[in-house]
């Protein structure tokens, strides 16, 4: 079995409300949801070559309401593989929370894009915001052909 895919949360960056613990949980959820034989990820620790950087940020968003996150892999000379999180939107670790933005579905969609798929028309890589999408058999066929190279 492959090496699992280490994530590691920047947590000094996290918005005021969300606990660490809770960001934590919501990561490790959302790459549970991604996870199949051949496909495994763990957190990692300050000792580890990390695979991808989870970080919240304002510096390169566009304020609350519109982009919400992003994969910044290696384009534009970025130095590590990030999913970048807009610290100015109001996030939720709670689904029963409505007046905020739950994180669940956005790190979901935003490690799906880690992996290597794109948008689609429907599943967890649908472009744009929906509370109750969720990872399919089908996206996880396509993130471990993507994995894999085939």
Known sequence: MPAPI???????????????TEVEDIISASCRAWESPGLAFRQGNYADRIDIHV?????TFDGPNHILA??????????????????????????????????????????????GLAHTDRGVMLHGYDRWKSVTDDDRRRALRAVRGH
């Open 70 to 115: 992003r994969w910044t892999g290696h384009e534009h000379g970025a130095m590590e593989k990030s999913i970048l999180i807009d610290a100015s939107e109001r996030w939720t670790c709670s689904p029963l929370n409505i007046f905020r933005r739950w994180l669940y579905p956005v790190m979901c969609h935003e490690f799906g894009h880690a992996l």
């Open 55 to 59: 970080r919240f940020t304002t510096e």
């Open 6 to 20: 280490l994530w590691w949360l920047h947590a000094g960056d996290l918005p005021s409300g969300l606990r660490q």
